[in-house]
C-alpha cells in the first residue's frame, strides 16, 4: 500500500476536525446535511461560545451554564440559526437588538434565567413561531415584543410575576395555538383579554390567583381543546362562561373554592371535568353538579366538604333526599 495513504487520512482528519467541521470547545456538534447543531451544557462556561462555532449553525443550545450575556453580534456570527435554546444560565436582561440578524429563527426558549424586564422590540425582528419564556422573573410584558403580523403559535410566559393577562401583546397573536400562564399572579379574566385568539387550542392558567372570570372571557376562544384552571380562587363561574367551546375535551377546576356549580355551566360537549378539591357544599343548591356527574361518561372523584354529615362522601353516589331535594 502507498504511504502516502495514512498520511491523506490523517490531513484529511485534521480538516475534519479543525477545519470547517469546528466546534467550540465544551461544546459538541452534530453535522447534518441539513442542519448544524451545536449544544453547549457545561456548567463552567461563562462566556458566549464564538470560537469554532460553525457559521452555518441552524440550532444551538446553550444550557445549565454561567452565560451572564449574549450580543446581537454573538448571534449574528450564525445567521442561519433556526432554533436558540438557552435554559438555565443566568441572563438577566437582553439587548433589543438581540435577533437582528436571524432571518430563521423560530424557535427562543429562555426557561429558566433570570430575566427581569425586556426591552420593547426585544423579539420583533425574527420570524418565531415558539418563545417560552418560563420561569424567571418577568412582572410585564411589552405590547411591542413581536410584530404586528407575529405568527407565534406557542407563547409560554409561566413561572413569572405577572399580575394581569398581557391582553396588549395577545391582540396581535391571532395565530397562537398554545399560550401558557400558569405559576404567575394573575387576579381577573376580563372580557376582551383573550378575543384575538381565535386558533388558541390549549390554555394554561393553572397556579395564579384568579378569583374572577368575565362570563365571556373565552367566548372568541372556540378552538379550544384544553382549558387549565386548577389552583385559582374561584369561588363561581359565569353560567355562560364555557358556552360555544365546542372543541373542549379537557377542563381542569380542580383546588378552586367552588361551593355549587349554576345549572348550565358544563356544556353538554366537555367530555372531562376535574372537579376534585373544592369546598362542595351538598346541599340542594348542588342538585345541577350532582345530575351531571350522573350522566357523564368520565367524572372525576367529586366530594362534598359541607354539611358536616355530609363531609367526604362522594356526590354523586348521594340520594335525593341526603341532599335534601324533593322527590
Ligand atoms: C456548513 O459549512 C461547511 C463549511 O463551509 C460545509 O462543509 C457544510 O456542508 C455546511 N453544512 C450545511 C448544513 O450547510
Ligand atoms: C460565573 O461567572 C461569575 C462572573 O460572571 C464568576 O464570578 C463565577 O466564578 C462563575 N462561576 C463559575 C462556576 O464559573
Ligand atoms: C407570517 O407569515 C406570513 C405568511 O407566511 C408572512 O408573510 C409574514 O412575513 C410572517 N410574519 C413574520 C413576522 O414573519
Ligand atoms: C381550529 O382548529 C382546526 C383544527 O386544528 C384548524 O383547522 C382551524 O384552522 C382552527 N381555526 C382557527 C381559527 O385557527
Not at 119 to 147: C, E, G, I, M, Q
Not at 155 to 160: A, E, H, R, V
Request: glycine letters at 4%; proline letters at 6%.
Amino acid at each position: 500500500m502507498d504511504s502516502r495513504g495514512p498520511l491523506a487520512l490523517a490531513l484529511i482528519l485534521w480538516f475534519h476536525c479543525y477545519g470547517a467541521l469546528s466546534c467550540p470547545v465544551r461544546c459538541t456538534c452534530h453535522f447534518g446535511i441539513q442542519s448544524i447543531e451545536a449544544v453547549c451544557p457545561d456548567a463552567a462556561l461563562s462566556r458566549y461560545p464564538s470560537d469554532g462555532l460553525p457559521g452555518n449553525t441552524t440550532s444551538l443550545t446553550i444550557q445549565f451554564t454561567n452565560l451572564s450575556s449574549v450580543s446581537a453580534q454573538d448571534l449574528g456570527a450564525t445567521p442561519l440559526l433556526q432554533e436558540l435554546h438557552l435554559p438555565g444560565n443566568t441572563l438577566s436582561s437582553l439587548p433589543e437588538d438581540l435577533l437582528s440578524a436571524l432571518y430563521y429563527l423560530h424557535t427562543i426558549d429562555l426557561t429558566g434565567n433570570q430575566l427581569k424586564e425586556l426591552p420593547a422590540r426585544v423579539f420583533y425582528h425574527a420570524p418565531l413561531l415558539n418563545l417560552v419564556l418560563k420561569d424567571n422573573r418577568l412582572t410585564s410584558v411589552d405590547v411591542d415584543w413581536l410584530p404586528t403580523n407575529s405568527n407565534l403559535t406557542w407563547l409560554d410566559l409561566s413561572g413569572n410575576k405577572l399580575r394581569k393577562i398581557p391582553s396588549a401583546l395577545l391582540q396581535r397573536l391571532s395565530h397562537l395555538e398554545t399560550l401558557h400562564l400558569s405559576q404567575n399572579l394573575l387576579e381577573a379574566l376580563p372580557a376582551e383579554s383573550l378575543h384575538s385568539l381565535y386558533a388558541l387550542e390549549r390554555l394554561y392558567l393553572d397556579e395564579n390567583k384568579l378569583h374572577f372570570l368575565d362570563a365571556k372571557a373565552f367566548s372568541h376562544n372556540t378552538n379550544l381543546t384544553h382549558l387549565f384552571l386548577q389552583r385559582n380562587k374561584l369561588q363561581s363561574l359565569p353560567a355562560t362562561v364555557f358556552h360555544g367551546l365546542d372543541r373542549l375535551q379537557y377542563l381542569d377546576l380542580s383546588e378552586n373554592q367552588l361551593t355549587f356549580l349554576i345549572p348550565g355551566t358544563l356544556g353538554l360537549g366537555i367530555s372531562w371535568v376535574e372537579l376534585t378539591f373544592n369546598p362542595w357544599h351538598c346541599d340542594a343548591k348542588i342538585e345541577y353538579l350532582w345530575k351531571r356527574l350522573n350522566n357523564m361518561a368520565v367524572k372525576s372523584e367529586v366530594k362534598c366538604a359541607s354539611p358536616e354529615p355530609l363531609k367526604n362522601k362522594a356526590l354523586a353516589a348521594l340520594t335525593r333526599k341526603e341532599l335534601g331535594l324533593a322527590d
